[in-house]
């Protein structure tokens, strides 16, 4: 088990590096035993970024990478320097990777939340009771990108305690006719190349099961959740590595598109 010392010096090193645009070449600590620990880094270098919380990823946990009883989702912050929305006939938004470290790009569908989240009776949220929040379904491009090259293959306390392997969010157009149309099929597509399609379908639970425990690990970390804040629901067609300079279009069957072009993040800081 770490120590709050040590677990101060990880958050640390993690958002040094993640300010600084470079890369690890391990991650710098010994490894959080459990979710709660990871959780503790997540905090403590959240307390170190000097930025406004939009909203949170929501990434699945395969049931043989976690403990038995721990939640089979994930959450990390999204940060509002690293938030873009996509508007059309405008330049693709130009979000940082880095390069020497993990980098991919996800179609993701976005839950954005009308409301404050109510205080909630003991035993937490459910997926109906969450589907019956005000809220509107987007399309939305994730930017999973992490100063530690291996981030995905160190499991998901790992993934957890350094921002969940977010680096960003390019947000597009909000889709009118959901809930009551039939499932959202995306397409992902790399230099115009279709690295992969899916529907929400392909989320383990469905969207409203992942967003409730999200909101369920939040509030047992006290963390508020309050009208606008965004939730990326997770990878629909996959995860699709990425590098510099190249070009990622989402595409919604019958509906809008969502663009992001990628640079080094540290040409971004340079900037």
Same mark, same amino acid.
């Given at each position: ?12 090193? +993690?958002?040094?590096? =993640?300010?600084?645009? =470079? ?13 709660? $620990? ?49 508007? $059309? ?19 993701? !569908? ?26 509107? !379904? ?64 392909? !989320? ?63 040409? +971004?800081?340079?900037?």
């Amino acid at each position: 088990m770490s120590t709050p010392a040590a677990e101060d010096v990880v958050a640390a090193e +993690l958002v040094a590096a =993640r300010t600084e645009g =470079r890369s690890l070449t391990r991650f710098p600590g010994v490894i959080p035993a459990s979710m709660a $620990e990871a959780y503790q880094i997540q905090e403590l270098a959240m307390s170190r970024w000097p930025d406004s919380l939009v909203g949170w990823k929501i990434g699945y946990i395969p049931a043989d990478r976690r403990a038995p009883g721990d939640p089979d989702r994930l959450v990390g912050p999204i940060w509002r320097q690293q938030f873009h929305q996509s508007e $059309e006939h405008l330049s693709p938004a130009e979000v940082g990777i880095f390069v020497s470290g993990f980098a991919a790009v996800e179609a993701e !569908l976005v839950i954005r939340l009308d409301q404050d989240l109510p205080a909630h009776d003991e035993g937490g949220w459910t997926a109906q009771e969450v589907a019956n929040l005000e809220q509107h !379904l987007l399309v939305g491009i994730e930017v999973a990108s992490s100063p530690i090259p291996d981030i995905n293959s160190l499991g998901p306390t790992v993934i957890a305690a350094d921002f969940g392997n977010n680096n960003g969010l390019v947000l597009g157009s909000a889709l009118t006719d959901w809930p009551s149309a039939p499932p959202v099929q995306l397409a992902c597509y790399i230099d115009g190349q279709l690295f992969g399609k899916g529907s929400a379908e392909n !989320l383990p639970g469905g969207i409203h099961h992942g967003l409730a425990t999200a909101l369920n690990i939040l509030a047992s970390r006290g963390q508020p959740v309050r009208a606008g804040m965004v939730f990326a629901t997770g990878a629909i067609t996959g995860i699709h590595p990425i590098g510099p300079g190249q070009h990622c279009r989402v595409d919604v069957r019958g509906g809008p598109s969502v663009e992001l072009r990628t640079a080094d993040a540290r040409t +971004l800081l340079r900037r």
